[in-house]
């Protein structure tokens, strides 16, 4: 098998003196989608930022189409940062209140010096088309949208650079169904056309087991199962993959 | 309801009007900026200053929006008491859990401290938490453990009316479902009547006798839960139902069908239905005129081209 785009080896992470990711280990390739769950406290966020090294881990590496994120240099840092993108669960808080909707999604294009001129204007208004946006929120700041027009905006922003990794933390638990679906066949379709991969967190478990290849179940800090999303769903092994599809389906009621 | 901002004003909730019966559980199902919130708030008149309030809220036949503050204050959490979205944020975080609600309880009954540090430990078994939790500060507590705190304050006078705002959503699964025994328990064994607030049609249906669909500041559809669940007649609330993913363990590949676009926010909603930019159904009419909220079947419906019955 090729090398993976995105490989997490015995990651450790501690804060305030507590270890909160023990060992953590898994493979993502591209194009493939994992999902991680677990209840409130399991680390799945601290996750999330420590494979972005949005932090420092105690211990344990991430690769990164097998090269180890700590040996790169500023530049390729920089350069794979492009790559991986990460859209959180509130745009209130994760969208700058004094940027117009066009600033937001020229920002990563100018940073990452990757269109100038005329082709910013058309890619942004590509990437609104991409998330169901139209163009007349071009010229609007976040407080002048919905709170589902500005976690579409938080998604375009992601895309905008071409990542190969999206990383979506509970990105749509907030919102509401509708949009919860059309975010899972976006997801769905870029993975497809655009073979993103994506590390999906989130305490849905019905719609990580839609959107997700595989699930990794996370508790207290630790991966206690992970498997293929249908086979964990059949047969799962572990006491809290159990708890969390029993409490997933009492909240199941029937889609039409 | 109309909110002033700056130079500009909108409607944020527009002519909303439902009934809430004694022991009853009501679900208020709407997404971000579709004025759930904003109506709960504006039953205990919290919204902020700048808000312009016109219509009737009555409890037992009074009008809330005419008392003066005083009369106002015997209400708020005496008869009806609200539970935020936000623990962390609603508790205070210098504060034993104990010490809080045994000053919420003094605040509106004359007891003295020890008593009412006897009713707050009282209280907070009665949610399902042990008595040492009332030494316990909110950062040490989990998330479902500090919704119980503040469900357990909010008991604290005996409410008969419990207004939960998005009460689950910051909550992962397992803590949802206790959470939602508790609420349905203090409907049952207490006879405690229920506003439930919420985006997660789920949730509602689990404890909610009754659905109010909101759609862009108006009710759209309203009626017994099962009956708007096994046959939704605005083509909204049947686009919500089709947007959830299917049941764990089923097979096959999965397209969901959302419905298309996203709400509008309150400043600019289209004219006549407010849906219509988004709904597969509309057609000329439903740019002209809005549809007015009527009684069709023993529910409620604002359509003029409703999903038949099947």
Known sequence: MNVPLLQVEDLCVDRGGLRVLDRISFALHEGETLGIVGASGSGKSTLARAVLRLLEPADGRVRWRGRDLRALSERELRATRREMQIVFQDPATSLDPRMTVFAILAEPLLVHRLERGHAIEQRILALLREVDLGPEVLYRHPHELSGGQAQRVALARALAPSPALLVADEAFSAVDVSLQAQMANLLGELRRTASIACLFISHDLRFTAVLCDRIAVLSRGAIVEIAEAAALVRAPRHEVTRALIAAAQESGIQRR | ?310
């Open chain 2, 1 to 310: 309801m109309r909110f002033q901002t700056g130079g500009a004003s909108f409607l944020a909730v527009d002519r909303v009007s439902f009934d809430l019966e004694r022991g009853e559980a009501l679900g208020l199902i709407g997404e971000s900026g579709s004025g759930k919130t904003t109506i709960a708030l504006s039953l205990l008149r919290l919204l902020p200053a700048g808000a312009q309030l016109s219509g009737r809220v009555e409890l037992s036949g009074e009008d809330l929006l005419g008392l003066d503050p005083d009369a106002l204050a015997r209400i708020r959490g005496r008869r009806i008491a609200m539970v935020f979205h936000d623990p962390l944020a609603a508790l205070n975080p210098v504060l034993s859990i104990g010490t809080q609600i045994a000053e919420a309880v003094r605040a509106h009954q004359s007891i003295d401290r020890r008593r009412a540090r006897t009713a707050a430990v009282g209280l907070l078994r009665t949610v399902g938490l042990p008595a040492e939790n009332a030494d316990r500060y909110a950062h040490q507590l989990s998330g479902g453990m500090r919704q119980r705190a503040l469900i357990a304050m909010s008991l604290a006078c005996r409410p008969e009316i419990l207004v939960a705002d998005e009460p689950t959503s910051a909550l992962d699964p397992i803590a949802q479902v206790g959470i939602l025994e508790l609420l349905r328990g203090l409907r049952e064994e207490r006879g405690v009547s229920l506003l439930l607030a919420t985006h997660d049609l789920g949730t509602a249906a689990r404890l909610c006798s009754r659905l109010a669909v909101l759609y862009a500041g108006r009710i759209v559809e309203s009626g017994a839960t099962s009956e708007l669940l096994a046959s939704p007649r605005h083509p909204y609330t049947l686009g919500l139902l089709r947007s959830l993913p299917p049941p764990l363990g089923s097979s096959g590949p999965v397209r969901l069908e959302p419905v298309a676009g996203s709400a509008p926010p309150p400043w600019e909603r289209p004219d006549g239905c407010r849906f219509r930019n988004r709904c597969p159904r509309a057609q000329d009419d439903c740019s002209k005129r809005e549809p007015e909220l009527i009684e069709i079947d023993g529910r409620q419906l604002a359509c003029f081209h409703p999903v038949e019955t099947q």
